[in-house]
């Protein structure tokens, strides 16, 4: 996490956070909206899990990771063109679909493409974004990973440098390969082969950030 030189306290771009105690220095700007959760804590109090890149509330992407994270483990096999909650049959799309819809947006996989990843990719209400602004929560599309050319997830966690800059991500997926939903870990940094297959991340929440 990029620090201010003067304070040493983490810079989250609206807020600035002291490590020592744990806690923002300021309330969360989007606190009105979330009474439930503590406008000081660092991500809902689940550093672990969770990230707050900007030091506000990212309520809808955490309950998008949320759902990923329940397809992990459920049963659910990989089943080209099903859209299934955890324990049922689903794609990639279908998974990336689910987890938008559960964070109180519409359904991204909207339009006449081929594909259910090139209608994401092509629908207008989402924005597609540069690496360096990536959060956690964001969608991320693949070309050519395998047989089949077009793949996608949802980015769970977000790891970067003392500089700010990306160095490795961790992907949800329906994997038709493993038959099943798995995090991915993808090496930035060093280029991994899964990196070499990135082809754009995308914002979906309405709420800004």
Known sequence: MPKDKESNLGDHRVRKYDSEVGRFLAVDPLWEKYHTLNPFQYSANSPVMKV?????????????????????????????????????????????????????????????????????EKNKKLSEIELKDVQSGNIITFRGLSTYPYHGGIIKSVNRDESGNVISLTVVHASSSANKTVEKNIDIKNNDFWAKHINGFYKWDSIPD
């Open 52 to 120: 707050d890149i900007n030091g506000m509330n990212e309520e809808q992407r955490l309950e998008a990771i949320k759902l990923a994270e329940e397809y992990i483990g459920s049963g659910s096999t990989y089943v080209m063109g099903k859209k299934g909650l955890p324990g049922d049959p689903v794609d990639c799309s279908g998974l990336i679909s689910n987890c938008v819809t559960a964070g109180d947006e519409p359904d991204p996989n909207k339009g006449s493409q081929t594909s259910g990843i090139l209608n994401i």
